[in-house]
T-cell receptor, first 114, second 114 residues
Framework: DADVTQTPRNRITKTGKRIMLECSQT?????MYWYRQDPGLGLRLIYY???????NKGEISDGYSVSRQAQAKFSLSLESAIPNQTALYFCATSDSGTGAYGYTFGSGTRLTVV | AQSVTQLDSQVPVFEEAPVELRCNYSSSVSVYLFWYVQYPNQGLQLLLK??????LVKGINGFEAEFNKSQTSFHLRKPSVHISDTTEYFC????????????FGKGTRLSVIA
């Protein structure tokens, strides 16, 4: 099994629908992150969490929310999806010892909003 | 806040030729610097990182990068590329503490021509 698992891998949804992307990890890391990737824009940070009780907004949090259900699980929700949220979404983890230089990425969720 | 600029969105190069992918950063404090590679349908994989010490760092798959503080650059190089190096490369930065999320550049698409 992968260290960082994202589900689903692909999803097509309609405008206005609520959708949840899930991320779980077996690394034992305390820090988790959600990024979105758009062609030509690189990866941009949506939300991050340094422990279960810590949630922080990133560069582009509008239209998104997150839930850190446990150390190993970090979910990203789109309350009312819109077409410009079509993107590739990545979850990543790290631990407080290695911080930003110990990232492990999931394989991504490709979301299409029609 | 720190930021990263990848100076070329696409770099075509012939097989077995050398290549340089350019990355400049902006920060008022010391930083950690990274290069990641993204293969199709996969998450990002760390190529190499600069944390401190020698300014020339070596990574996987024959890549290396040089940290230049005066020019605020961290260019990625490979002396002889292969077809299999064709993919997307991302430069990233984090503050020296390692306790801030990674900030990514917009990516450089390396295309190796046979």
């Amino acid at each position: 099994d992968a260290d960082v698992t994202q589900t689903p891998r692909n999803r097509i949804t309609k405008t206005g629908k609520r959708i949840m992307l899930e991320c779980s990890q077996t690394k034992g890391h305390d820090r988790m992150y959600w990024y979105r990737q758009d062609p030509g824009l690189g990866l941009r940070l949506i939300y991050y969490s340094f422990d279960v009780k810590d949630i922080n907004k990133g560069e582009i949090s509008d239209g998104y929310s997150v839930s850190r259900q446990a150390q190993a699980k970090f979910s990203l929700s789109l309350e009312s999806a819109i077409p410009n949220q079509t993107a590739l979404y990545f979850c990543a983890t790290s631990d407080s010892g290695t911080g930003a230089y110990g990232y492990t990425f999931g394989s991504g969720t490709r979301l299409t909003v029609v | 806040a720190q930021s990263v600029t990848q100076l070329d969105s696409q770099v075509p190069v012939f097989e077995e030729a050398p290549v340089e992918l350019r990355c400049n950063y902006s920060s008022s404090v010391s930083v950690y610097l990274f290069w990641y590679v993204q293969y199709p349908n996969q998450g990002l994989q760390l190529l190499l990182k600069y944390l401190s010490g020698s300014t020339l760092v070596k990574g996987i798959n024959g890549f290396e990068a040089e940290f230049n503080k005066s020019q605020t650059s961290f260019h990625l190089r490979k002396p002889s590329v292969h077809i299999s190096d064709t993919t997307e490369y991302f430069c990233a930065v984090s503050l020296f503490s390692g306790n801030t999320p990674l900030v990514f550049g917009k990516g450089t698409r390396l295309s190796v021509i046979a």
